[in-house]
């Protein structure tokens, strides 16, 4: 049993294949169950978002466990191959794999380090596949440990808090001005990306109120509409701009389109409420003598640039200290993966001798009739005694170097030895499936004895 | 038993102040738990030392200025701790737990038994009470006015500093500084009339326009124009941090001036 992720992200992909393999949420099930259906899958999470589609699996082997996770990806579009997918994928196992899932969703490896959107992306995919049974103990474990070490990163560094583009410092500023957002206005004038940008980060930070001008009315009632705002007539900005809280500009026009006095006045119209003002204008639009009016905050786009570069350096140490919080928890994880390889061998082990000596006690007391029940017990007894010396060292040797880098091949060793074919995971209940070895059996085989998943996608339970 | 548990609090306060101070200009949070459990734990030993000197208290003990001092302290204290649980404003603490350790020093300094002997009542105790319990509402608008004009100066100056990151939004300060002045207010204002009242029955008269009696007059009043201003014509952030720190400032001269003649407190 392997733990592996293949997937693709936007540092190893375009978004014209990104979108292309993106699945969307109301087919979430059905791509999941089309997963584990592929030989030798075992558990499934598949996590689809704008930047990365990506499939965590627990496989029984390596590479033909890369191999059908790929070609289930390329299933998904049927204008793309699995070969054309190659040179945009990436392939990790083990360690790797767990500790590249502790990285995504503690947001080391977005597009945007810090950002929180990602761990509710991981939520969301891991409740579809609990909800169609297509984890298991392994990957329920990891993905919950994968999640809760997001959040301690969230906790124990400032990595959150940086902002790192200039519409998120823009953001961040505001809220050094005004602790509630979402109770403040909004005035977009002109419609640069930069500003739309901007507008949309403080949209997404609590802001309701957004009032736009451009000197395009049709142009502003469209960008009002987009934002559910208000569109004002660019003549009128200006008195209209002491019922906004937060002014952003960025237009074409080559001059100042707002002036000190302008501002003042409208400080004064707002009983001196603090007025944040950002110009991502170049040239300016905004007179930056407005610096001088009290109540006044003006930003310009060097500023907020200034702002960005401090946050990345700062930045750079939180990532580091996180780094170091994701190696740690991949070593804890590592830990009880290993164990769980050793536990269901020994058992497996205890099960295999005993059903030889119980077969053997089985022939030869059949032949010895005329034993007393004294007799026959001391002859079980001998029995056993034999079969407990025999395995004693092999079972004290398993436990011993269960969390030893050779752990792995020593329970190979005992499988190979007694002959105690696959682990065990997943054959308890072969007998009641046809085709052993998908996800919905073994998930089936760790939850209770006797609930049998049915393997096709159109009986799945749907919860 | 009351001493012991003073100089205990008074350790500790400064043990907090100095690490209050520290976490004030280091970029981690580290610090910001220690300074509090220390805070917390100096403001236990000083309920304790604060109910111990209650015990010998009779109707006829005069409060003096250290008590008054003391009491001040453990106020401010407390409303820090409320509201650095319910904001988890750790920075705040940067600011009022020196204070609290400036008072409680000069509480330190002073005789536990006040010079004046008139046989006064209870009122004196109450009127002690609410003066300060305004002083701790001004107290607190005064560091949220300081706060505010170091984080407006340094969004002015564009300098995003560690202090920068660790002091509140502007709104926020200077709603601090407004709940502080509108809950200030009519506890002076109670005080005063108490202070009256205890005047009025040990010296026989209301008001005698002694230097305190005016100065607490006065300072009555500039708060009262403070709270209109920002209420009617809009005296809110910049200005009203300013307007606050002059106002307490007049505060503790007021106070100064009264305990350096050596007279009761402040009327």
Known sequence: ?463 | MAAMFFVVTMTLYFAATVSFLAYLLWPSEALSNVSLGMTATGFASHTIALGAGMIGVTDVSTPGFHQALSFFSWVLILVFLAVEFRHRLHVLGSFIVPLALVSLVSAAALPETAPTLTPVFRTLWVHVTLSMLGTVGFAIAFVAGLMYLIQDGLLKSKRFNVLYSKLPALDFLDHLNQQSIVTGFPLLTLGIITGALSAEISRGSYLNWNPEQTWALVTWVFYFVVLMGRLTVGWRAKRAAYLTIIGFAGVILTLIGVVLKGHGPVS
């Not at chain 1, 569109?231 to 100042?256: K, Q």
């Open chain 1, 1 to 463: 049993m392997h733990i592996v992720v293949v997937g693709l992200s936007h540092k190893t992909a375009p978004v014209e294949i990104r979108e292309k393999l993106a699945v969307p949420e109301s087919r979430m099930g059905e791509a999941l169950t089309r997963l584990c259906s592929y030989q030798g899958v075992r558990e499934g999470i598949l996590l689809s978002t704008c930047n990365r589609v990506e499939v965590y699996a627990v496989v029984d082997e390596i590479e033909s466990g890369y191999g059908r996770i790929q070609d289930f990806l390329a299933d998904a579009h049927l204008s793309l191959s699995s070969e054309q997918l190659t040179p945009h994928m990436y392939w990790h196992e083990g360690d790797r794999a767990i500790s590249h899932l502790f990285r995504v969703a503690s947001s080391l490896d977005s597009m945007i380090v810090g950002e929180s959107q990602i761990l509710g992306q991981i939520k969301e995919a891991f409740d579809v596949a609990l909800a169609h049974k297509a984890t298991g103990i392994i990957l329920n474990k990891v993905v919950k440990k994968a999640i809760s070490v997001a959040k301690r990163v969230r906790t124990e560094t400032k990595i959150a808090e940086m902002a790192v583009s200039v519409s998120y410092a823009a953001v961040e500023l505001a809220k050094k001005i005004f602790s509630n957002l979402s109770e403040k206005t909004v005035l977009l004038v002109g419609a640069g990306e930069m500003a739309k940008l901007a507008a949309r980060h403080f949209i997404a930070n609590g802001v309701r109120h957004v009032r736009v001008t451009t000197r395009n009315p049709q142009h502003a009632l469209e960008l009002a509409n987009r934002f559910s705002g208000t569109a004002v007539a660019f003549e009128e900005f200006l008195e209209d701009m002491a019922s906004a809280d937060i002014v952003l500009v960025s237009t074409g026009a080559a001059h100042y389109l707002v002036s000190e006095d302008d501002v003042q006045r409208s400080v004064k119209q707002r009983m001196n409420r603090p007025m944040f003002l950002i110009d991502i204008s170049v040239p300016r639009n905004i007179d930056p003598a407005v610096r001088h009016v009290d109540n006044a905050f003006l930003f310009d786009i060097d500023d907020l640039k200034t702002r960005v570069e401090q946050n990345r350096g700062e930045r750079l140490n939180e990532a580091e200290k996180a780094e170091r919080m994701v190696v740690d928890e991949v070593g804890i994880v590592r830990q009880w993966l290993q164990s769980l390889e050793v536990t269901p061998t020994i058992m497996a082990l205890r099960a295999r001798v005993d059903d030889i000596k119980q077969a053997e006690l089985d022939k030869t007391l059949g032949r010895l009739a005329n034993l007393s029940a004294l007799e026959r017990e001391l002859v079980e007894e001998m029995a056993s005694s034999i079969v407990n010396k025999l395995i004693h060292n092999t079972m004290v040797t398993l436990k011993a170097e269960v969390n030893s880098s050779e752990g792995a091949a020593f329970v190979e060793a005992a499988r190979r030895f007694f002959s105690l074919g696959d682990p065990a995971v997943c054959n308890v209940n072969e007998s009641a499936s046809t085709s052993s070895g998908t996800c919905h059996s073994s998930q089936a085989d760790l939850r209770e004895v006797g609930e049998v998943t049915p393997r096709t996608g159109s009986k799945m339970p749907d919860h």
